[in-house]
T-cell receptor, first 113, second 115 residues
Framework: NAGVTQTPKFRILKIGQSMTLQCAQDMNHNYMYWYRQDPGMGLKLIYYSVGAGITDKGEVPNGYNVSRSTTEDFPLRLELAAPSQTSVYFC????????????FGQGTRLTVV | GENVEQHPSTLSVQEGDSAVIKCTYSDSASNYFPWYKQELGKGPQLIIDIRSNVGEKKDQRIAVTLNKTAKHFSLHITETQPEDSAVYFCAASRAFDTNAGKSTFGDGTTLTVKP
């Protein structure tokens, strides 16, 4: 059982470039989340989804977009990358929402130069 | 919205001693309080959680206490071991809420257990 899988693990982007961070889970969880973690800080929620076809903004959504066409996949799109988006990105999923255990991927370390 | 404050930001203890990490929250409607452990280069992993209808929960060397009146909850690790060294995060969220996707995390505590 793979759990939550994120790709890539590392990426360097130039300012203005775009990319998609991939996230897939095989636990049949309805809820999926994207967080960013800046050095010495906690996790900030970017976007979340309560099921296929439904997404909503979190605390820091600006500069990002998401889609949820299937239960398994929840990609995060960065358009026009900026240095402020340098961070570690974590995807997570849970069975019953924020009041249940979240399972995290191993993270994607993104540097924008 | 919810605000979670976590203290201390760093904690160093000798192997075998106890470690205590404290969190306070602002939203009285929050009723689920998980603790996550993040090892270097990995994603956070749940170690224990507590719901608002319970004041204390234990799992071997780990315990969590909740004071709803004061709006704070704490993680207690006894008989610490070097493998307990990691970053620990607390979080708060509401159950059965239309915004059920939103957890608020503390900024983390880096625990170092010295052999």
């Amino acid at each position: 059982n793979a759990g939550v899988t994120q790709t890539p693990k590392f990426r360097i982007l130039k300012i203005g470039q775009s990319m998609t961070l991939q996230c897939a889970q095989d636990m049949n969880h309805n809820y999926m989340y994207w967080y960013r973690q800046d050095p010495g800080m906690g996790l900030k929620l970017i976007y979340y989804s309560v099921g296929a076809g439904i997404t909503d903004k979190g605390e820091v959504p600006n500069g990002y977009n998401v889609s949820r066409s299937t239960t398994e996949d929840f990609p995060l799109r960065l358009e026009l990358a900026a240095p402020s988006q340098t961070s570690v990105y974590f995807c997570a999923s849970s069975y019953g929402g924020a009041n249940t255990e979240a399972f995290f991927g191993q993270g994607t370390r993104l540097t924008v130069v | 919205g919810e605000n979670v404050e976590q203290h201390p930001s760093t904690l160093s203890v000798q192997e075998g001693d106890s470690a205590v990490i404290k969190c306070t929250y602002s939203d009285s409607a929050s009723n689920y309080f998980p603790w996550y452990k993040q090892e270097l280069g990995k994603g956070p992993q749940l170690i224990i959680d507590i719901r608002s209808n319970v004041g204390e929960k234990k799992d071997q060397r780990i315990a969590v206490t909740l004071n709803k009146t004061a709006k704070h909850f704490s993680l207690h690790i006894t008989e610490t071991q070097p493998e307990d060294s990691a970053v620990y995060f607390c979080a708060a969220s509401r159950a059965f809420d239309t915004n059920a996707g939103k957890s608020t995390f503390g900024d983390g505590t880096t625990l170092t257990v010295k052999p």
